[in-house]
């Protein structure tokens, strides 16, 4: 199983970014999907996760400004994010939560991409 994430790059405080990821492979259902991010010296966090129910959950630092969403038949989740602050820099990784073929329940991570917000 892959998962790439695409998305990411510079923009002003303010602004907007979509991040997108996409999972493929040995998938028999997604369960969950979502974001987590880590900026310099700091611990990895949530951001936000959703699952295929539609079940959300946000970091109260995000809430009111992003907005996750899941493409079940496409194994894709997207991230908007509106009103971007400079701290919400950092390295944002994908990661989904997925039902094998074979029944098996495993947890995969893409590689990250960058989300850099200029004050």
């Known amino acids: 199983v892959q998962l790439v994430e695409s998305g990411g790059g510079l923009v002003q405080a303010g602004g907007s970014l979509r991040l997108s990821c996409a999972a493929s492979?040995?998938?028999?259902?997604?369960?969950?999907m979502g974001w987590y991010r880590q900026a310099p010296r700091k611990q990895r966090e949530l951001v936000a996760r959703i699952t295929n129910d539609g079940n959300t959950k946000y970091a109260d630092s995000v809430k009111g400004r992003f907005t996750i969403s899941l493409e079940g038949a496409k194994n894709m989740v997207y991230l908007q994010m509106n009103s971007l602050k400079p701290e919400d820099t950092a390295h944002y990784y994908c990661?989904?939560?997925?039902?094998?073929?074979?029944?098996?329940?495993?947890?995969?991570w893409g590689q990250g991409t960058q989300v850099t917000v200029s004050s």
């Open positions: 990661f989904a939560v997925l039902t094998t073929p074979d029944l098996r329940e495993e947890e995969h």
């Open positions: 492979g040995s998938i028999f259902s997604i369960n969950d």
